[in-house]
């Protein structure tokens, strides 16, 4: 089961109580049982907030459906995805390397994956979209002699999903892949940090290269 923020609002509220009762427990100098110290919300504020994003990420932990993978069709899936969703003003290009060989891996992981990177490059790209400019490209390549943890790979799968939107927020960039990091309102901040997670889980990794007009997330894949 995927837990929405939905979810994890009703479940915060029912948490109130609950919360609010073990906070007490260590709210050993307050004379007023009404009134809790603010070291004691703190750390219950803290709790919780930390039992709310493993409840968000928990689909990571889900069971790793290992078969064969062929990134076009993710990225395929990707894009008419996109398409759907933003019938008017985006132009999702491809420049595929056919070559690239099938890999074990989870595809549905993968689809995931790649579609938190692209939804977000379609959100930044609402102006462009707008004025009909908005573009958005994968691209796939093969990279030889790979380092990634410690571990050189003879072959990886580079897989850039690129837009020409405004950039990641210069006060977000150091801190794009950590859990709740939102530059935007509304944003629960968890997208790329599932994304980093569901790809670790391939034993690779995403990097981002932005700058105003050009933002590429580049996603790393051993295959031998
Ligand atoms: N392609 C992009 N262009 C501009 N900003 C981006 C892009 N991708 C991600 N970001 C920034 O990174 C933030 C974090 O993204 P994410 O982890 O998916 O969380 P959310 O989408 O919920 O905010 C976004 O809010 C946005 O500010
Ligand atoms: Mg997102």
Same mark, same amino acid.
């Given at each position: 089961?995927?837990?929405?923020?939905?979810?994890?609002?009703?479940?915060?509220?029912?948490?109130?109580?609950?919360?609010?009762?073990?906070?007490?427990?260590?709210?050993?100098?307050?004379?007023?049982?009404?009134?809790?110290?603010?070291?004691? !919300? =703190?750390l219950a504020? /803290?709790?919780?907030?930390?039992? #709310?994003?493993? $409840?968000?990420? +928990?689909?990571?932990?889900?069971?790793?459906?290992?078969?064969?993978?062929?990134?076009?069709?993710?990225?395929?899936?990707?894009?008419?995805?996109?398409?759907?969703?933003?019938?008017?003003?985006?132009?999702?290009?491809?420049?595929?390397?056919?070559?690239?060989?099938?890999?074990?891996?989870?595809?549905?992981?993968?689809?995931?994956?790649?579609?938190? !990177? =692209?939804?977000?490059? /379609?959100?930044?790209?609402?102006? #462009?979209?707008? $004025?009909?400019? +908005?573009?958005?490209?994968?691209?796939?390549?093969?990279?030889?002699?790979?380092?990634?943890?410690?571990?050189r790979y003879?072959?990886?799968?580079?897989l850039h999903?690129?837009?020409?939107?405004?950039?990641?927020?210069?006060?977000?960039?150091?801190?794009?892949?950590?859990?709740?990091?939102?530059?935007?309102?509304?944003?629960?901040?968890?997208?790329?940090?599932?994304?980093?997670?569901?790809?670790?889980?391939?034993?690779?990794?995403?990097?981002?290269?932005?700058?105003?007009?050009?933002?590429?997330?580049?996603?790393?894949?051993?295959?031998?």
């Open positions: 089961m995927v837990v929405t923020p939905s979810d994890c609002c009703k479940d915060l509220i029912s948490s109130r109580t609950c919360l609010l009762s073990f906070a007490s427990k260590f709210d050993k100098g307050s004379s007023n049982n009404n009134t809790l110290g603010s070291n004691t !919300i =703190a504020t /803290a709790t919780l907030c930390c039992w #709310l994003v493993d $409840r968000l990420l +928990a689909p990571h932990r889900k069971p790793h459906v290992v078969g064969d993978v062929n990134i076009h069709e993710v990225c395929e899936r990707v894009r008419a995805v996109l398409l759907a969703e933003y019938p008017k003003g985006l132009s999702v290009q491809r420049d595929y390397d056919l070559s690239i060989p099938e890999f074990r891996g989870d595809k549905e992981q993968l689809i995931q994956a790649v579609m938190n !990177i =692209a939804q977000n490059a /379609a959100l930044a790209l609402g102006d #462009l979209r707008a $004025r009909g400019k +908005a573009n958005i490209t994968f691209k796939t390549r093969v990279a030889r002699q790979i380092t990634m943890g410690k571990v003879r072959l990886a799968l580079e999903v690129m837009d020409n939107g405004p950039g990641v927020p210069a006060a977000i960039k150091d801190r794009l892949f950590y859990p709740l990091v939102s530059g935007r309102d509304g944003g629960t901040g968890l997208g790329l940090t599932l994304a980093q997670t569901f790809v670790q889980q391939h034993q690779g990794w995403i990097e981002c290269e932005s700058e105003p007009g050009s933002t590429d997330f580049k996603i790393l894949i051993p295959l031998s």
